[in-house]
T-cell receptor, first 114, second 114 residues
Framework: AQSVAQPEDQVNVAEGNPLTVKCTYS??????LFWYVQYPNRGLQFLLK??????LVKGSYGFEAEFNKSQTSFHLKKPSALVSDSALYFC????????????FGTGTRLKVLA | DTEVTQTPKHLVMGMTNKKSLKCEQH?????MYWYKQKAKKPPELMFV???????INESVPSRFSPECPNSSLLNLHLHALQPEDSALYLC?????????????FGNGTRLTVT
């Protein structure tokens, strides 16, 4: 069965420091991986995706993610955190069996401290 | 601003009421989704429409009834709900269920069942 795991419920980082939000996956075949962010009382917003190609994927708002096949990870990163980055982050994997299902991780709350 | 519009933003209904949630997108997407999200949890898939036909029903109770009148609109009809149905209901769309396109979410309807 395909799955994603976000091992940290919450990540705290000081403003200006680099941030990492972790995601590991378990899929059969090549994974289609996504990161979404959710601000309070809003829907999820797409940040970036990995389908194939370069292992470093750049996305919106200065975020990037590194795909590591050997470690089955897809960690979200940003070189310098902003207070406004504080939100709930979800990693997701697309079911490649041809269905419409996106399997979401449990979410990681990022708190950037001023 | 989100390109998927959901109305109403908030809804309070009694257990005997009938109400409808509405979702609209004009991105030409042919897959549309309903998700239910409890606080600080990942979204849970309820229904998927592909080319205006119901593709997935995740064993959702019959008190939830989806409808896709055309390629831009998606409704969720509610009847005889229970207090545990209180949640954020998110609509999403994607280019196609068979592509690797990301989900585009609306901001949701916050439903409270009294």
């Amino acid at each position: 069965a395909q799955s994603v795991a976000q091992p940290e419920d919450q990540v705290n980082v000081a403003e200006g420091n680099p941030l990492t939000v972790k995601c590991t996956y378990s899929v059969s075949g090549n994974p289609y991986l996504f990161w979404y962010v959710q601000y309070p009382n809003r829907g999820l917003q797409f940040l970036l995706k990995y389908i194939t190609g370069d292992n470093l994927v750049k996305g919106s708002y200065g975020f990037e993610a590194e795909f590591n096949k050997s470690q089955t990870s897809f960690h979200l990163k940003k070189p310098s955190a902003l207070v406004s980055d504080s939100a709930l982050y979800f990693c997701a994997v697309r079911d490649i069996r041809g269905t419409y299902k996106y399997i979401f991780g449990t979410g990681t709350r990022l708190k950037v401290l001023a | 601003d989100t390109e998927v519009t959901q109305t109403p933003k908030h809804l309070v209904m009694g257990m005997t009421n009938k109400k409808s949630l509405k979702c609209e997108q004009h991105m030409g997407h042919r897959a549309m989704y309903w998700y239910k999200q409890k606080a600080k949890k990942p979204p849970e898939l309820m229904f998927v429409y592909s080319y205006e036909k119901l593709s997935i029903n995740e064993s959702v109770p019959s008190r939830f009834s989806p409808e896709c009148p055309n390629s831009s609109l998606l409704n969720l009809h509610l009847h005889a709900l229970q207090p545990e149905d209180s949640a954020l209901y998110l609509c999403a769309s994607s280019q196609s269920g068979t592509s690797n396109s990301p989900l585009h979410f609306g901001n949701g309807t916050r439903l409270t069942v009294t």
